[in-house]
């Protein structure tokens, strides 16, 4: 009884793909490191996320004088830094072979940089620079997101990888949306908050999320030292077994990526982030201008409707396995993530008969709290409704929000399901090569459309209005699908020289019929044979 439970465990320790390629210390170490990924992810994610509802205030608090549109280029500066160094970091990964060091590196300028964020303060002057000087090199760190991504793929057999990527996006959404999250659970602090050298350095509601930044950023670190951090790669092991190669790299340099496939799903994640992150761009002015919210409605009900698409998004994650396993992933690509992506951009078009509501100046009730006190609600003027200035309000019919909600929801089902299969399938199209700067690439894809999006809001919508904006972006759409429905067939793992057969005497000696009896049988007639030529 005793031998049956061990051997029930050992099954459940290694599966079936995995035996003979590591032993059931390895596996788990492999499984450990491959956790360590995740919460990395997560941790990226968080960076950037956590400071976007309070950045405003903060750099109001600090230069009054700054304005909004530098707020933008600080808020552009984290994805710009990690666009540049992604390819970077990528290649120095696979100069070394290792992830440990540039990880390290990237996670130290992460927790300076978050810990320089949270001490503006203490800078008598040009405080605003210092932001946006803080605010890229956070960026810069998150390049590690290439080498995380390139280490993931190595680390999972081909069967694992699915899930593994599914797990990755779930980290890196669960890290956008714990971001806000955090940054309100702080809010009571206020803005006084609690001196830590007084005069000089205080902790309140917008110094404590730079500082759970640090907080984090030093349990990363630790959880990267060579005795919690093992590096197990898997990839090309399983590759060098199925196709009798002698050495890893020999198996990977096997491989010739296929530059057709490699730059489509480069471009075709491009075009996904790019119209994700547009309309978590729009979403609140699109909201203000269409329903004539007003700007505290706008970030209610948004706020509403982007944690049920977070949580959308998670189902969607977890309904990629299955799916994959009853379709061939390109395919759910196309249909599941891509499809889902044109009817939601498509439902965007105005249903409506008439323009929306040309921006008039309303009355509305503030209540305005601070740290430990609620002040009386005060009257104020606020301007609601479409700007005169943007010369499309006249003339353009509003949006309903029922097409708004709709159009959310496909999205909020495709985007997960795009993002993740493309990932998917890349690292599975580039082999068991190293990935570093493939991966590099992609993320800097990503980290372009983060860039681009506010520029297109900015010269597209507020000119042209929503037919121009979302005709733009279904027609990109439309073609990224049909270019993918052509090259489908490419979108697969490359082909391996096959394994070497074995020698010819061995196939000999062997069970094989001769003569249509066995090799043993065959031979035993022969020793009863009488030998006439010696007679």
């Known amino acids: 009884m005793d031998w049956f439970r061990k051997r029930k465990r050992k099954r459940r320790c290694i599966p079936e793909e995995t035996e003979g390629l590591e032993t059931p210390q390895e596996k788990r170490e492999r499984v450990v490191c491959i956790r360590i990924?995740?919460?990395?992810?997560?941790?990226?994610?968080?960076g950037f996320s956590i400071i976007l509802t309070g950045v405003w205030p903060y750099l109001d608090k600090l230069d009054p004088t700054a304005g909004k549109e530098?707020?933008?280029?600080?808020?552009?500066?984290?994805?710009?830094?990690?666009?540049?160094?992604?390819?970077?970091?990528?290649?120095?990964?696979?100069?070394?072979?290792?992830?440990?060091?540039p990880l390290l590196f990237s996670l130290t300028v992460f927790t300076l940089s978050s810990a320089c964020y949270s001490m503006l303060e203490i800078f008598p002057i040009y405080r605003k620079y210092w932001m946006l000087g803080s605010r890229f090199f956070v960026g810069v760190s998150s390049a590690s997101i290439a080498v995380c991504r390139s280490y993931l793929s190595a680390a999972t057999t081909l069967k694992e990888r699915t899930g593994a990527v599914s797990m990755v996006s779930l980290a890196q959404v669960l890290g956008f949306v714990v971001g806000p999250g955090l940054q309100a659970a702080v809010t009571p602090l206020g803005d006084k908050g609690v001196p830590l050298i007084p005069g000089i350095l205080t902790f309140n509601m917008y110094t404590a999320t730079g500082w759970i930044n640090v907080l984090l950023g030093v349990f990363n670190c630790i959880l990267f030292l060579p005795s919690i951090f093992h590096e197990r790669r898997i990839a090309a092991r399983e590759a060098m077994m199925l196709h009798g190669m002698e050495s890893e790299e020999e198996t990977w340099k096997q491989v010739h990526p296929d530059y057709i496939s490699t730059w489509t799903l480069i471009c075709a994640f491009f075009v996904l982030v790019f119209n994700f992150v547009l309309l978590e761009?729009?979403?609140?002015?699109?909201?203000?201008?269409?329903?004539?919210?007003?700007?505290?409605?706008?970030?209610?009900?948004?706020?509403i409707l982007m944690s049920v698409g977070a949580v959308v998004a998670c189902v969607a994650f977890v309904v990629i396995g299955p799916l994959c396993k009853r379709f061939q992933e390109r395919k759910v690509l196309m249909w599941g993530g891509f499809l889902f992506m044109v009817i939601g951009g498509a439902l965007y078009f105005p249903?409506?008969?008439?323009?929306?509501?040309?921006?008039?100046?309303?009355?509305?009730?503030?209540?305005?709290?601070t740290y430990g006190n609620r002040n009386n609600a005060v009257n104020e003027t606020e301007i609601v409704g479409c700007p005169s200035?943007?010369?499309?309000?006249?003339?353009?019919?509003?949006?309903?929000?029922?097409?708004?909600?709709l159009g959310y929801a496909f999205i909020a089902i495709g985007y997960p399901i795009g993002?993740?299969?493309?990932?998917?399938?890349?690292?599975?199209?580039?082999?068991?090569?190293?990935?570093?700067?493939?991966?590099?690439?992609?993320?800097?894809?990503?980290?372009?459309?983060?860039?681009?999006?506010?520029?297109?809001?900015?010269?597209?919508?507020?000119?042209?209005g929503t037919i121009w904006t979302f005709s733009i972006t279904t027609v990109m759409m439309i073609i990224t699908m049909v270019w993918l429905q052509l090259v489908e067939k490419r979108l697969v793992p490359p082909d391996l020289p096959p394994a070497p057969l074995p020698p010819i005497e061995l196939q000999v000696c062997s069970s094989e019929a001769i003569n249509g009896k066995s090799s043993m049988e065959e031979y035993t007639h022969l020793q009863e044979k009488p030998d006439t030529n010696y007679s």
């Open 281 to 303: 761009t729009l979403g609140t002015s699109l909201t203000m201008d269409q329903f004539a919210w007003t700007k505290a409605d706008a970030l209610y009900y948004m706020g």
């Open 419 to 464: 993002v993740t299969l493309i990932q998917t399938i890349f690292s599975k199209v580039l082999g068991p090569r190293p990935q570093g700067v493939w991966m590099g690439l992609m993320t800097g894809a990503g980290c372009l459309s983060r860039f681009m999006g506010p520029v297109f809001v900015s010269f597209i919508y507020t000119r042209y």
């Open 389 to 405: 200035v943007q010369k499309w309000c006249y003339y353009i019919p509003a949006m309903t929000v029922t097409q708004f909600l």
């Open 351 to 369: 249903w409506g008969s008439e323009p929306p509501i040309i921006a008039e100046e309303i009355m509305v009730t503030q209540v305005n709290e």
């Open 70 to 101: 530098f707020m933008g280029y600080i808020v552009g500066a984290n994805p710009l830094g990690q666009m540049i160094f992604s390819p970077l970091v990528g290649w120095w990964g696979n100069r070394l072979g290792s992830i440990r060091l």
């Open 37 to 46: 990924i995740y919460f990395t992810m997560f941790l990226m994610s968080l």
